[in-house]
């Protein structure tokens, strides 16, 4: 692992200028990771309690993969990685995007050290963007849909967040048929059981 990248990740203040809050750049990422988590950008809970998904949607993110937090947190299996790494601030309805700085500069070079990974979970349409380029064309309900598309290595999410109930009421396939398979994908990649 290097270890100088992700203390060079964490040190990070290319967009400080356009933030509201201090750089506070919040990756978990370990070359020995089996399970990438791509998401957007920290939120403000995150950005206070300086850990990725430590709220009600990463609760149910743990619940969706079928995952301890421990598990969760270790990064020499679970790496979360999102677009943007600092908080962008608050826009009309909802958090900014992430700043596109993160990506330019990081992205490449930290997926490129993730050698190991065998399974990436992809969550907001920032994230499926870069990993799904066909994701531009796509509704998020006809992308995760086509879930079986992305063969068995990338797995398309709705966000975890408590704001997507009415999502997850109006689409039962998703815990009916997508998270058993999530669930025994993600244990099989953990324990070094999938190709």
């Known amino acids: 692992m290097d270890l100088k990248l992700i203390e ?53 993110l743990r619940e969706w993969m079928g995952v301890d937090t421990d598990t969760f947190y270790n990064e020499q299996k679970v790496a979360i990685v999102p ?22 500069a990081w992205r490449e070079k930290v997926m490129a050290s993730l050698t190991k990974v065998r399974l990436t979970l992809v969550i907001g349409q920032y994230a499926q963007r870069w990993h799904i380029p066909e994701a531009r064309k796509k509704p998020l309900t006809t992308l995760v849909a086509d879930w079986r598309d992305y063969g068995p290595s990338l797995i398309p999410l709705p966000h975890p967040s408590p704001r997507n109930n009415i999502w997850l009421k109006k ?14 994908r993600v244990r099989e990649c953990l324990n070094n059981k999938c190709d």
């Open 83 to 104: 677009m943007g790494f600092c908080y962008p601030g608050t826009g009309k309805s909802g958090d900014l995007p992430p700043r596109k700085e993160c990506a330019l």
């Open 8 to 60: 060079v990740v964490r040190s990070c203040d290319i967009c400080a200028e356009f933030l509201p809050l201090q750089p506070r750049p919040i990756v978990q990422f370990h070359s020995e990771a089996k399970v990438l988590i791509a998401g957007q950008a920290p939120g403000l809970i995150t950005h206070d309690k300086g850990m990725p998904f430590n709220d009600a949607s990463g609760e149910r």
């Open 171 to 184: 689409n039962p396939w998703f815990v009916e048929e997508l998270l058993p398979v999530l669930r025994d």
